[in-house]
């Protein structure tokens, strides 16, 4: 069992969607996230009361899966990845569980 942790601007979400039923993970969590690009940008909007947003509308989903299942995830946000006309791929990694329940 490992974990699968992914990473996606807002307008990729409905393709890991897709990737994570291809790849037959049909458990999985996600969440609304805030990217950075850089430290600066971050720094600037961690203001109690920020004037204005300076991340991009991002989600994170995360699978507790098998190997097999995540060498196939894998195979396809690869494929997926060389199609993207932008920097904004899918970023993917894997954390082993030493313990689970």
């Given amino acids: 069992m490992k974990l699968l ?4 601007v807002s307008q990729h979400e409905k393709s890991v969607l897709q990737l994570f039923k291809e790849a ?11 990217g950075f690009k850089d430290a600066t940008s ?4 961690s203001s109690w009361f920020p004037s204005q947003r300076s991340g991009a509308d991002s989600s994170m989903f995360f699978a507790f899966t098998k190997d097999g299942k995540i060498d196939a995830f894998f195979a396809l946000a690869r494929k997926f990845n060389e ?3 932008t920097n904004n791929i899918i970023h993917a990694a894997v954390v082993p569980i030493e313990k689970y329940m």
Wanted: hydrophobic fraction near 45%.
């Fill in 83 to 85: 199609t993207v006309e």
């Fill in 42 to 45: 971050f720094m600037m909007n």
């Fill in 5 to 8: 942790i992914v990473t996606v």
């Fill in 24 to 34: 037959k993970i049909e458990r999985f969590s996600g969440s609304d996230i805030e």
